[in-house]
Each structure stands twice: as C-alpha cells, then as structure tokens.
C-alpha cells in the first residue's frame, strides 16, 4: 500500500503549495495556473493510481464489468503496441525490450539497460545495420510517388 500513501502525501503537499500561492498574491491569471497544476496532478495521480489498479488489483475487481472493461481495452491496446514495436524492430533490425521498451540490435541476448533476456532471434542476421541503412530501409518499404507513377490525366 506504500504507493496509495505517497499519493495522499503528495497530493497533500501540492494543494498546500497552492494555497500559499494563492493567499500572498491574489491574482486570477496566477489562480487559473494553480487550478491547471492541481488538474495535471490529479490526472497524474489518477494515472499513477489505475497502473497500480491495473497490476495488482485484477482478481479483486473481477466482478466489476466497469473495470473489467477497461482492463480488457488496456489488454487489447498492450497488443497492438506490442505488435508495432516488432514490426518497427524487425523494419530497423532492432528488438525492444519487452520491460523497459529499449531498442536492442537484434544480435544481443540481454538488454543493456535493465538485463531483461530477449526472445533469441531463430536466425540472427549477421549484418551490422546503422542507422542510416535502417533508414534508407524504411524509406524503401515506402518510395514516394513520381510522376512516372502517376498515369497522366485522360480528357474527353
Ligand atoms: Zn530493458
């Protein structure tokens, strides 16, 4: 429950912050900001509130279609970003980390930033890819059109 207590402290400390603002300078430009930093925090806070939901609280709200409901979109779009980060990565030569999100070559077997293990590639490519071929590889997946693509217009 230690994160639930850091969001009451936080939230505490924020609205106090305001309040002092607010008192030595009475000015409606200066409230409207503290008003849009307090809705940014509670956003914030309630973001940070239905992660932990999320990760820890799933059987508990089981029964709760509401919640269910937005778990099973959040499900839903995990695996769409899952899907675009390994099209990106095969598109770049690259693997992302399926903890953090960093890009790998597709050659390394850990992830530099945090030691997850990455899924072993059957095939590794033994090319060193850089940057620029990744690119010029996505831009080949997409050539623009020319003129020659284009049929010329027909008048009757
Ligand atoms: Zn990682």
Same mark, same amino acid.
């Given at each position: 429950?230690?994160?639930? =207590?850091?969001?009451?402290?936080?939230? %505490?400390?924020?609205?106090?912050?305001?309040?002092?603002?607010?008192?030595? @300078?009475? $000015?409606?430009?200066?409230?409207? @900001?503290? /008003? /849009?930093?307090?809705?940014?925090?509670? /956003?914030?806070?309630?973001?940070?509130?239905?992660?932990?939901?999320? &990760? +820890?609280?799933? $059987?508990?709200?089981?029964? $709760?279609?509401?919640?269910?409901?937005?778990?099973?979109? @959040?499900? &839903?779009?995990?695996?769409?970003? /899952?899907? @675009?980060? %390994?099209?990106?990565? =095969?598109?770049?030569?690259?693997?992302? +980390?399926?903890?953090?999100?960093?890009?790998?070559?597709?050659?390394?077997?850990?992830?530099?930033?945090?030691?997850?293990?990455?899924?072993?590639?059957?095939?590794?490519?033994?090319?060193?890819?850089?940057?620029? $071929?990744?690119?010029?590889?996505? &831009?080949?997946?997409?050539?623009?059109?020319?003129?020659?693509?284009?049929?010329?217009?027909?008048?009757?």
């Amino acid at each position: 429950m230690g994160i639930l =207590d850091d969001v009451v402290v936080n939230a %505490k400390a924020a609205a106090d912050a305001v309040g002092r603002k607010a008192g030595q @300078i009475v $000015d409606v430009s200066k409230l409207r @900001i503290g /008003a /849009a930093e307090i809705n940014a925090e509670i /956003a914030k806070r309630y973001e940070v509130l239905g992660q932990y939901v999320y &990760e +820890c609280s799933r $059987d508990n709200l089981s029964a $709760d279609p509401e919640a269910i409901g937005q778990m099973t979109e @959040i499900d &839903e779009l995990k695996a769409q970003q /899952a899907a @675009i980060a %390994k099209e990106l990565g =095969d598109k770049q030569n690259k693997v992302f +980390c399926p903890t953090c999100g960093k890009q790998s070559p597709t050659t390394a077997t850990f992830c530099s930033a945090c030691g997850t293990k990455l899924a072993a590639d059957p095939e590794p490519i033994p090319q060193e890819a850089g940057p620029n $071929d990744a690119k010029e590889a996505v &831009e080949a997946d997409f050539p623009e059109a020319t003129e020659a693509d284009i049929p010329p217009r027909q008048y009757p």
